[in-house]
């Protein structure tokens, strides 16, 4: 069985576009284990009940931007070493840099593809398939 079937993912984004192409990015890789939620507050409240493997998130949203979702994974035992993609426009090294801090595990240039997706994924767990 594909490791992709096994991997929980939850994709944080606030606007409701993104998150479906992400989450369609997502399934067309082989990923259909796909938590949603609307913004990082949700997405806290969510992974500290019952944390993924990895969280895709957008950095700009309110309440909790993507960065200070991060460390609030990473604050908190159960969550410290789930696996965090950033997905932003912004190509600001400053802020990758602020993330890499945090433990950020890789970013995700808007647009993507399907493919930059899955090589993004890949290179923080490996091979999906």
């Known amino acids: 069985m594909p490791f992709a079937q096994h991997l929980k993912v939850m994709v944080a984004d606030d ?3 993104s998150r ?3 989450n369609d990015g997502l399934a067309a ?4 284990n ?3 939620a609307a913004d990082g ?5 969510s992974m500290m009940g019952s944390p993924c493997h990895m969280v895709i998130s957008d950095f700009n949203m309110p309440k909790l931007d993507g960065l200070q979702l991060l460390r609030a994974l ?4 159960p969550t410290r070493q789930v696996a965090f993609i950033l997905v932003t ?13 945090w433990g950020l595990n890789n970013f995700l240039p808007k647009p993507f593809t ?13 091979k999906l398939t």
């Open 15 to 17: 606007t409701s576009v």
């Open 20 to 22: 479906l192409l992400i």
């Open 29 to 32: 890789i082989g990923i259909k």
């Open 34 to 36: 796909i938590v949603l």
């Open 41 to 45: 507050e949700q997405a806290l409240k």
């Open 74 to 77: 990473r604050e908190y035992a």
């Open 89 to 101: 426009g912004r190509g600001d090294k400053a802020l990758i840099e602020q993330g890499k801090k």
């Open 114 to 126: 399907p493919q930059s997706l899955k090589a993004a994924i890949e290179a923080v767990v490996g």
